[in-house]
């Protein structure tokens, strides 16, 4: 069974994509410490945002298939540093997340995942309304069987 490590930013989305992709219901709690479930490893925002943590990043990313990196679409900034995705030694993808609101900026979350040295396909998503969840999710299950963890 593969399991993937969601990183990014505070407020990124990746409690919420992961809820979506477990058919939990959506609800918004601050990750306060690393959540660890069979299928996912959620990590709090900081440990992208304070680069002293980048280690507990690394260290996490050898229980793992693949890396998720989330990039806030109405984010004017990234805390990814220059090709970060680098460091890992796992496949690496990149997804936009909020690409419904209306500040989203897609071209620019491009930008960044490019700049942290992540490659295209970019997956923009959703978990408002569903939009793009659904490559994650065929994703998700080639990797897991049923997806379920």
Not at 60 to 67: D, G, K, L
Request: contains cysteine; hydrophobic residues 40%; glycine residues 8%.
């Amino acid at each position: 069974m593969g399991r993937i490590l969601l990183i990014g930013g505070i407020g990124a989305g990746k409690t919420s994509l992961k809820q979506m992709l477990m058919d939990e219901q959506l609800s918004y709690q601050k990750t306060q410490m690393i959540d660890f479930t069979h299928t996912f490893i959620d990590c709090p925002g900081e440990y992208l945002e304070i680069p002293r943590f980048y280690h507990v990043l690394i260290d996490a990313s050898h229980q793992v298939s693949e890396i998720w990196a989330l990039q806030d679409a109405t984010k004017q900034r990234t805390f990814y540093p220059p090709k970060f995705s680098k460091v890992f030694r796992k496949p690496i993808i990149g997804v936009i997340t909020k690409v419904d609101l209306a500040n989203a900026d897609i071209k620019q979350a491009r930008t960044f995942l490019h700049y942290a040295g992540i490659e295209e396909p970019f997956y923009p998503t959703s978990v408002m309304n569903g939009e793009g969840v659904a490559p994650l999710r065929r994703r998700l299950e080639a990797l897991n069987g049923s997806g379920k963890g």
